[in-house]
Nanobody, 124 residues
Framework: QSQLVESGGGSVQAGGSLTLSCAAPGHTYRDSCMGWFRQSSGKEREEVAFRRLGGVATYYADSVKGRFTISEDYAKTTVYLKMTNLKPEDTAMYYC?????????????????WGQGTQVTVSS
């Protein structure tokens, strides 16, 4: 059962923008690492963008740097992923994930709480 609630996927043309959101259930997740993985058909899961709530450090995959921005609403334990200049290769199912351990946000195997996933489709 998903504990993170995602929204905001959809279909756009190349060059367009979408914003995803991911809400965690309550104060337990304050100071947690949150962000998105994505997976497209026939490919392995890929890390996209992450941050620790209340912190300043962020992680972005090279493929999305300069185009995607992860932000937060700390009081709502919610993160947002603003995706601009979208490309067909960004097409994937995007999964929000979180972990509350003190380890760094790029310690990928720590992520143990997941959203239901939201589809992003970019047409050329």
């Amino acid at each position: 059962q998903s504990q993170l609630v995602e929204s905001g996927g959809g279909s756009v043309q190349a060059g367009g923008s979408l914003t995803l959101s991911c809400a965690a259930p309550g104060h337990t997740y304050r100071d947690s690492c949150m962000g998105w993985f994505r997976q497209s058909s026939g490919k392995e899961r890929e890390e996209v963008a992450f941050r620790r709530l209340g912190g300043v450090a962020t992680y972005y995959a090279d493929s999305v740097k300069g185009r995607f921005t992860i932000s937060e609403d700390y009081a709502k334990t919610t993160v947002y992923l603003k995706m601009t200049n979208l490309k067909p290769e960004d097409t994937a199912m995007y999964y929000c994930a979180a972990h509350t351990s003190p380890y760094t946000c790029d310690d990928w195997h720590r992520y143990n709480t997941w959203g239901q996933g939201t589809q992003v489709t970019v047409s050329s």
